[in-house]
T-cell receptor, first 111, second 115 residues
Framework: QKEVEQNSGPLSVPEGAIASLNCTYS??????FFWYRQYSGKSPELIMF????GDKEDGRFTAQLNKASQYVSLLIRDSQPSDSATYLC???????????FGTGTLLAVQP | DGGITQSPKYLFRKEGQNVTLSCEQN?????MYWYRQDPGQGLRLIYY???????QKGDIAEGYSVSREKKESFPLTVTSAQKNPTAFYLC??????????????FGPGTRLTVT
């Protein structure tokens, strides 16, 4: 079983719509969860982190965490073409004390 | 400006040669990491260091070596023993060591091509 599951996409949404990106993880001991954005040919950029169950909002981004369901999601409101990128989720592997990364979901925002 | 620098951005080497990738940070972060990213794949951890003069193997350490003589610097050597060295190499740092849950910040990366 993979430690982090993400749909590779591409996820295509029209400009102005809400993009919903999802991630499931296997380690129930995980405490910290992260979303990174990676443009093609560039390095990952941290956009959100969340430690507690519930929602965390930052501008157009909302991270949602449900530890019971081992599920974390990222909502992007009013999607823009500049949001087109691969989004990586990651969690702190409690047993190994390292960040475990998913393979990413490619988001394409259509003008 | 605080940040993480990696050099060079692109690196070309012949098979059989060792090559060292530079990673420097001025964020005063304790922990530093090296990852490798191949097309269509996720990030794979090569080595990490939580403190000066100490480092641990990651998931794919074979064929690589590191040193951590200074807090700011964590160079990675790709040796001739690494069977498939062509990849995008990413260095990251974190305010605390693994286990604290602190986020990692990435440098711009070095794209290594070995022919």
């Amino acid at each position: 079983q993979k430690e982090v599951e993400q749909n590779s996409g591409p996820l295509s949404v029209p400009e102005g719509a809400i993009a919903s990106l999802n991630c499931t993880y296997s380690d129930r001991g995980s405490q910290s969860f992260f979303w990174y954005r990676q443009y093609s040919g560039k390095s990952p950029e941290l956009i959100m982190f969340i430690y507690s169950n519930g929602d965390k909002e930052d501008g157009r981004f909302t991270a949602q965490l449900n530890k019971a369901s081992q599920y974390v999601s990222l909502l992007i409101r009013d999607s823009q073409p500049s949001d087109s990128a691969t989004y990586l989720c990651a969690f702190n592997g409690g047993a190994t004390n390292k960040l475990i990364f998913g393979t990413g979901t490619l988001l394409a925002v259509q003008p | 400006d605080g940040g993480i620098t990696q050099s060079p951005k692109y690196l070309f080497r012949k098979e059989g040669q060792n090559v060292t990738l530079s990673c420097e940070q001025n964020l005063n972060h304790d922990a530093m990491y090296w990852y490798r990213q191949d097309p269509g794949q996720g990030l794979r951890l090569i080595y990490y260091s939580q403190i000066v003069n100490d480092f641990q193997k990651g998931d794919i350490a074979e064929g690589y070596s590191v040193s951590r003589e200074k807090k700011e610097s964590f160079p990675l050597t790709v040796t001739s023993a690494q069977k498939n060295p062509t990849a995008f190499y990413l260095c990251a740092s974190s305010p605390r060591g693994p286990g604290s849950g602190y986020e990692q910040y990435f440098g711009p990366g070095t794209r290594l091509t070995v022919t």
